[in-house]
């Protein structure tokens, strides 16, 4: 009896949910310009600001207030880091493989990102080089999939509006099929450097099957987006005028 | 007398490697614990020289007086196919049931998601919108993955040289695995508009076990 209604038969993580890698279609992501709108606290309470250290708050304002988010690396076609790849409003894929998960992005320049479930441990991540992307392992706990990664570089921004991180910043990430069409992401943000304590943002990505007719023409097929054929907006936008 | 010193590193490296080349249980299987390490290849030289038409010789000429300068890959941009099988930046097989997927460590971090089939299943959509990575399909011949690509933009070149082509290019890869180590390519390159027969790319890849593959962005600092 399949868990979902229509779960292929083959189960690559032999009793774990699939994330949908053979069927035809694309997980639609949300386009969260603020993560602290789907961020609460201990309490339940939606955060004012997330816990930043009076750094991180300064450093955000300059970003969002001041500037107009006019530096945002992903508007210059770099990778949008983790966990900022589910909160651009482009499309994913996720394949399931007995050692690994790679997620395939149509944004964030066409990138793909790997998550090593081969039962390796995180690097320390003075060990590598810090990148975009980091370095990514998981486990289940119970039927949700559990993504830690840290070993990022500090030059991606947390969401559009600019909450900063360094290379300090370490990430689970929490994905439960909740039914069919939806995954529930759950990222929990750790960076020291800039926030007093960890906190969670509360996301979710939808299912669009392959279908045919006049809202969807992907055919289930992810499209080819590159996002630096032709970038030239970025550089004409400015902060606060006169400043 | 002459130092034989040299016979170390390669006596050392031929013992390291002594292990693993062989005979792979199953040839269709392209993945493992490691990646393949790709060749870099400027200009294509086919035996028998590249059949260029007028438009193509044309083009082709144009480039080589400006030495190559507007290459789209300069500007970060896909290198298409079959070029980003010999830029010099390792790639991965990672092989699904219904799809192949290969990942590549140039050309922006991209990657290529070819559905499997058989083929008499060949069919590409029927007017397809040009990218730069075209419209794959795949299937297996032998222990052969062969990939049929078309409905590329005309915005990527065959190589760095300045082989050009437009939209109507046709590739048929074949992608072999001789033994452990080494993978065979061609790419069967058809494009009426700018050669005057089809012709052929043969290159191949060598494989790194244990080696993953590195995070190169190229646009980082190409601003």
Redesign the interface.
Known sequence: MPRFPNEPQ?G?QAGKPDFG??AKGVWNVPYIVNLQINAHDEKGCQYIYPPFTPAAKALWEQRELKDLEKDDPEG????PGVPRMLYTPYPT?I?Q?P??I?F?FEGG????R?VYMDGRKLPNPDDI?P???GYSVAHWDGDTLVIESNGFNN?TWLDASGHPHGEQLKVTERLTRTDFNNIKVEATIDDPEFYTKPWTVVTGITWTPNRTGPFTMR?G????Y?C??NNKDQIHIHGVLGK | MRSKLWLIPAATAFLTLLPVIGQVANQRDLGG?GVWSLPNIPELMPAGGVPFNAKGKQVWDERQRTQSASDPER????SGVPRIMYMPYSMEF??????M?I?YEGG????R?IPIGTKAGLKH?ADP?P???GDSYGWWEGDSLMVDVVGFND?TWLDSAGHPHGEKLHVVEKYTRRDSLNLEYTANIEDPEYYTRPWTVTTSATYRPNDR???Y?C??T??
């Open positions: 083959y690559v890698g053979l210059f076609c770099l990778p894929q394949y493989m050692d690994r790679l395939v320049a066409h990138v793909w790997v080089n990148t975009y992307l030059r055919g097929e992810l499209l080819e590159i630096q054929e | 614990p500007a970060c941009l896909p990672l092989q699904l049931p219904n799809r997927v990942v922006t971090h991209i990657f998601s959509p919108n990218t730069y990575l915005r593959l590195k995070e962005i646009q980082e190409a601003r």
